[in-house]
């Protein structure tokens, strides 16, 4: 006779779990396609993507009416020369022409009558005429970059000028800024001010991005051709 308790043990034993079904393994052919697609793929998003969004840049700066010039320190705007039409990859030359001891006088003047903390951009003490230039722009290539010295002109007029080559299309900017020197409380001081912000609507130039990237554009129209060699090759092999 059977032992009912034995047979109440063997009841209460939880039932064996079924062993996970062995996934089958991925197809080599498959591999091989997807490895060689996705840089194909990649590559060609590093190229359209920055094309896309100058084109879009470009209709959208169509669209837009901005102030070229603005001028962050109250002088006249005739001493700068920028062109009223830019295009992208084509070089222009911007220009500064500046009364520096009128400007330091000026500045100067401001600063005395200025309230506690109402400083012009910072600015205290007694400002030198002896004063540098630079023009920064991040989508911009400059010529003679960083702060240049003085070069005096007619009746004291103190000049300098930029060689720049607009990299991308759109709405762009770069700014001027001076290099001053204060005296205050017998302490001399370098400040760096921002003199005036230019903007450009900057017309793409198709031909010429096509110039400086024509060899990537050869290498995804022979992806295809590649791979079809390749996979060839890797079929026969496997055969």
């Given at each position: 006779m059977s032992n009912p308790e034995s047979e109440r043990e063997r009841e209460r034993e939880p039932e064996p779990e079924p062993e996970p079904e062995l996934e089958p393994s991925e197809d080599p052919k498959k591999i091989f396609t997807f490895n060689l697609l996705m840089p194909a793929a990649l590559l060609l998003v590093l190229l359209t993507v920055p094309f896309s969004i100058n084109t879009f840049m470009h209709y959208v700066s169509k669209n837009?009416?901005?102030n070229p010039l603005?001028?962050?320190i109250p002088i006249d705007s005739a001493g700068i020369v920028i062109p009223p039409e830019v295009k992208q990859y084509e070089g222009f030359?911007?220009?500064?022409?500046?009364d520096t001891n009128h400007l330091a006088n000026l500045l100067s003047e401001m600063v005395s009558m200025a309230a506690e903390g109402t400083a012009i951009q910072g600015i205290s003490g007694e400002v030198s005429p002896n004063m540098r230039a630079e023009i920064v722009g991040d989508n911009f290539a400059i010529d003679n970059a960083g702060p240049q010295e003085q070069l005096y002109g007619y009746?004291?007029?103190?000049q300098w000028s930029w060689y720049v080559v607009p990299e991308s299309s759109?709405?762009?900017m770069f700014t001027f800024r001076l290099h001053l020197l204060t005296h205050n409380n017998g302490r001399?001081?370098?400040?760096?001010?921002d003199l005036a912000q230019a903007s450009f609507a900057v017309e793409r130039n198709p031909s010429e991005w096509l110039?400086?990237?024509w060899i990537w554009l050869v290498l995804i129209v022979m992806i295809p051709f590649a791979f079809r060699k390749l996979k060839h090759r890797y079929v026969n092999r496997g055969d």
């Amino acid at each position: 006779m059977s032992n009912p308790e034995s047979e109440r043990e063997r009841e209460r034993e939880p039932e064996p779990e079924p062993e996970p079904e062995l996934e089958p393994s991925e197809d080599p052919k498959k591999i091989f396609t997807f490895n060689l697609l996705m840089p194909a793929a990649l590559l060609l998003v590093l190229l359209t993507v920055p094309f896309s969004i100058n084109t879009f840049m470009h209709y959208v700066s169509k669209n837009n009416q901005f102030n070229p010039l603005i001028m962050r320190i109250p002088i006249d705007s005739a001493g700068i020369v920028i062109p009223p039409e830019v295009k992208q990859y084509e070089g222009f030359e911007v220009s500064l022409d500046l009364d520096t001891n009128h400007l330091a006088n000026l500045l100067s003047e401001m600063v005395s009558m200025a309230a506690e903390g109402t400083a012009i951009q910072g600015i205290s003490g007694e400002v030198s005429p002896n004063m540098r230039a630079e023009i920064v722009g991040d989508n911009f290539a400059i010529d003679n970059a960083g702060p240049q010295e003085q070069l005096y002109g007619y009746e004291g007029q103190t000049q300098w000028s930029w060689y720049v080559v607009p990299e991308s299309s759109g709405d762009q900017m770069f700014t001027f800024r001076l290099h001053l020197l204060t005296h205050n409380n017998g302490r001399q001081e370098l400040k760096v001010v921002d003199l005036a912000q230019a903007s450009f609507a900057v017309e793409r130039n198709p031909s010429e991005w096509l110039k400086r990237n024509w060899i990537w554009l050869v290498l995804i129209v022979m992806i295809p051709f590649a791979f079809r060699k390749l996979k060839h090759r890797y079929v026969n092999r496997g055969d």
